[in-house]
């Protein structure tokens, strides 16, 4: 399964809507997708599993939703700090690819 | 809380070994995996594979030829070795606690390791 995220870039203000896109090429069984957050020189941090499940600690700002090969994360409401590079990744066995990312950067 | 940790500078052919540090808990305290995940500028966030405390391997089919993930349970480390590497194995790594098969539910700092010619 390969994983495409658009847009590249999406420019916003804090404030705005956030929506993150990532298809797959084929169908994502047992809503293994996830989406992680990266800043720079920083790790990535787990945002969302199973399609929507938060990670502890992750604000309710941040949701995740879809099925099949289409998925979305949307951050309701830019903060400052969320200004940053977005992955969606299909895991579970044997798997784990990533998408290319998406740069969520200020307007 | 994991730490990576080994050479940052490999030869081409060469073989790669890092060693991650877990601390704050035992690595056999539960039934996570723990595993390795790449960031190259050319192939972005690359999953390399998982180990269990028992010692089960899982493994990205495109890499599992040339590498090896092992276990020290009595010293809380787990270890990569990735052999006969190229200038494509050039890549921050980055081992991680995983809840599951290549979800990375929180991650050491990375270790940036370049492949010289």
């Known amino acids: 399964i390969v994983l495409t995220q658009s847009p590249g870039t999406l420019s916003l203000s804090p404030g705005e809507r956030a929506t993150l896109s990532c298809r797959a090429t084929?169908?994502?069984?047992?809503?293994?997708l996830a989406w992680y957050q990266q800043k720079p020189g920083q790790s990535p941090r787990l945002l969302i599993y199973?399609?929507?499940r938060r990670a502890t600690g992750i604000p309710d700002r941040f949701s995740g939703s879809g099925s099949g090969t289409d998925y979305t994360l949307i951050i309701s409401r830019m903060e400052p700090e969320d200004f940053a590079l977005y992955f969606c990744?299909?895991?579970?066995?044997?798997?784990?690819?990533f998408g290319p990312g998406t740069a969520v950067d200020m307007k | 809380h994991l730490q990576e940790s080994g050479p940052t500078l490999v030869k081409s052919s060469e073989t790669l070994s890092l060693t991650c540090t877990v601390s704050?808990?035992?690595?056999?305290?539960?039934?996570?995996?723990w595993g390795w995940i790449r960031q190259s500028p050319g192939k972005g966030l690359q999953w390399i594979g998982d180990?269990?405390?028992?010692?089960?391997?899982y493994y990205n089919p495109y890499l599992m030829s040339r590498v090896m993930i092992s276990v020290d349970t009595s010293k809380n480390l787990f270890f990569l070795k990735m052999v006969s590497v190229t200038a494509a194995d050039t890549a921050i790594y980055f081992c991680?606690?995983?809840?599951?098969?290549?979800?990375?539910?929180?991650w050491g700092r990375g270790i940036l390791v370049t492949v010289s010619s």
């Open positions: 991680a606690n995983m809840s599951q098969i290549a979800l990375a539910a929180d």
């Open positions: 704050g808990g035992s690595i056999s305290g539960s039934n996570l995996y």
């Open positions: 180990i269990q405390a028992s010692g089960t391997t």
């Open positions: 084929q169908t994502i069984k047992d809503n293994f």
């Open positions: 199973g399609v929507f």
């Open positions: 990744q299909h895991y579970g066995r044997s798997r784990g690819a």
